[in-house]
């Protein structure tokens, strides 16, 4: 009796786990059939990288330091208008090659809040190296009221947050354009509705933030070198690859280092191994 109580329950219990399955598998087949239906899934491009990619891709990455600054300076001259830097110190902008002179005066060159030591009222003053860059906005009230009801979301770690994070910055950037004619015809809800704008790697393909890189020269590179809209967006998308992970080049390199270490240790190892069992065998 007991026995057979017990084969019941177990085949209770494999009766439900299969149902549940069962459930869930028709719950994503569905999903998916319904994905194929949607403007999102049809029209939606993959990320990709610039021509010739970055520095700080591949087995052996390195920061190009020149680009990182050229980044920063598109950041500083269209991005900050709108975006926030919140986990980003002044001094951090060291580690691109500025000097500690020139951080200070760059620090200096942004205002942040601060206080009025002789009434406590709030007030801004000139940056100072241990400032963090200062958000565009009082609050995301005043935000959204300046984009259209969308808070433009912070850059300090955007390139972590999204799949492929610098590939889809580059692509985002350099991706503006036209609903395609089949998007029109077959989704119409899908045309962008006032103060939207057309973007194949969008998730949505329509967002509230007009095109930032409107035409070529729209920075004057400090370096020199030509500021097309390609140009700009790959310098800004490495530039927040660096925001967002400036670590990425030192990791990756003490990774090498601990797998030489590793694979030292294993030869080590296994040459003990046969000079211990080698005076093991001599002695049977």
Known sequence: MIRLVGILVGLGFTFVVLLAFGSGALTVMGQGYLVEETAEHAFHEEAHM???????????????????????????EVCSACHSLDYVAFRDLAELGYSEAEVKAEA???VVPGINPDTGEASTRPGMPTDYFPSPYANDIAAAAANNNAIPPDLSLMTKAREHGTAYVYSLLTGYQAPAAALVEEFPDSVPGPGLHHNPYFANLNLAMAPPLTSDGQVTYADGTEASVEQMATDVAAFLTWTAEPSLVDRVR??????????????????AKKQVWANAKRKD
């Open 50 to 76: 610039p021509a010739g990619g970055y520095s700080f891709d591949g087995l052996m990455p390195s920061w190009d330091l020149a680009q990182l600054q050229r980044g920063y300076q598109v950041y500083k």
């Open 108 to 110: 200096a060159s942004w």
């Open 254 to 271: 003490l990774g090498w280092i601990v797998m030489g270490f590793l694979l030292f240790a294993t030869i080590l190892a296994w040459l």
